[in-house]
């Protein structure tokens, strides 16, 4: 299971102070670009709730109706966080970048708007930090950006992005704000609220597109195979491995299931013991793999 939440929880503080300081700031100025800004800071609060909604629910033990557990459900609600971004956010800020540019006004107290956002990006690189400590501390000696495209920790991902998107949607804003300011052409803060629109739409489509494949299904870390073969060549009753097959079923959760020639001369019971052998071993090895179906057979 994924590890602590708390790179989540302080996500969420800061993003609800955030999310007042910039309504505020929009309510003030008029500003479109800050109000776009203030619904993604409300946006991300409500991903943050369901993701950690989403890992509360993956800790849910097996049962009659799920024998595998509910791992998947943190794939799920972070799936639903990205589609959420996409709305919520993106398709929003758009709207109001377009709204802006078609019938503009002028922005009054931009200063205010500038100081809250400094504001922002303070509270929003404190989160970021801590969130890539986080990623920095489980990713080990994996490049970082690779551990992105890789780890079936979606909550790291997720709320990586977000804090990504948060921080170069603050500086477009207030670009946007300073630019409007200086040329007295508000057109330029529409922009700005589009620029905002347009990278949390690409943000959610990448969250969208990596947590679908763990939604689906995705087979776990090849390093797991590996160790299923080494273990296996290791164990004095089986002969060869004949196929692997590994499914994430949620963060530190995996489900393998594998086809294997025992060596021949051996009785049933020295079979099962073989099996159950490989079955202490393998989870001794890999901690994460929490089921194992071993089929004895000739070929694969």
């Known amino acids: 299971m994924a590890g602590s939440t708390s790179h989540i929880i302080k996500s969420l503080v800061a993003n609800a ?31 943050q709730a369901l993701l950690l909604l989403g890992v509360k629910r993956a800790q849910k033990k097996p049962d009659e ?17 990205a589609m959420l971004l996409f709305t919520g956010g993106g398709v929003f800020s758009m709207y109001e970048g377009i709204h802006k540019i078609l019938a503009p006004e002028p ?22 930090i801590d969130n890539i400590f986080e990623l920095n501390k489980r990713r080990g000696t994996i490049p970082f950006f690779s551990y992105l495209r890789e780890t079936k920790d979606s909550d790291l991902v997720v709320v990586f992005g977000e804090n990504a998107a948060a921080t170069l949607g603050l500086i477009i804003a207030g670009i946007a704000i300073g630019v409007s300011w200086t040329t007295g052409n508000p057109v330029w803060d529409a922009i700005g609220s589009l620029g905002v629109g347009i990278v949390l739409i690409l943000v959610a489509v990448f969250l969208a597109v990596e947590v679908k494949a763990l939604l689906v299904g995705e087979a776990a870390d090849r390093t797991i195979e590996s160790a299923v073969r080494e273990v296996a060549i290791a164990n004095d009753r089986i002969a060869d491995v004949l196929r692997v097959i590994t499914i994430q079923q949620g963060p530190g959760e995996v489900m393998v299931a594998m086809k294997l020639r025992m060596k021949s001369g051996l009785s049933a019971e020295d079979v099962v013991r073989g099996l159950n052998e490989l079955e202490v071993s393998l989870k001794q090895k890999r901690t994460e793999v929490r089921w194992i179906f071993a089929e004895p057979d000739l070929e694969a």
């Open 17 to 47: 102070l955030i999310a007042g300081a910039k309504g505020a700031a929009a309510v003030i100025t008029g500003s479109g670009a800050m109000l776009a800004e203030a619904i993604h800071s409300g946006a991300d609060c409500t991903n």
């Open 65 to 81: 109706t799920h024998p595998l557990g509910y791992g998947r459900e943190l794939y799920f609600w972070s799936f639903m966080v």
């Open 107 to 128: 922005i009054e107290s931009p200063l205010i708007g500038l100081g809250v956002l400094g504001f922002a990006l303070a509270l929003e690189g404190w989160a970021t």
